[in-house]
């Protein structure tokens, strides 16, 4: 569930929320996602779960999610300090 990718080597490094409208939780996420990625340069993107049956079987019970590089990185709450590493910034 926590496997790690080694580093991208072209491009910046992509982080995705997973969350849903109304989501007190995806709201502290998004604005340590948003912080983090302007300091480091990697760039985000938010995706509904309640848009995708594959994101809902996966995560329901774990959001908000957030992924690194199309790996789960954390969920629920998001460690700027953490986060901020594992972007290597």
């Known amino acids: ?45 938010e995706k509904d779960i309640l848009r995708d049956e594959e ?3 996966a995560y329901w019970e774990q959001i908000p999610v957030v992924l690194v590089d199309g ?3 954390t969920f629920w709450k998001v460690d700027a300090g953490r986060l901020r590493r594992e972007l290597g910034g």
């Open 71 to 73: 790996e789960q990185h």
């Open 1 to 45: 569930m926590f496997g790690r990718t080694k580093k991208k080597a072209d491009g910046p490094r992509t982080v995705t929320l997973i969350g849903k409208p109304g989501c007190h939780l995806c709201d502290d996420a998004r604005e340590v996602i948003e912080r983090v990625c302007a300091e480091t340069g990697a760039v985000w993107e």
């Open 55 to 57: 994101l809902y079987r």
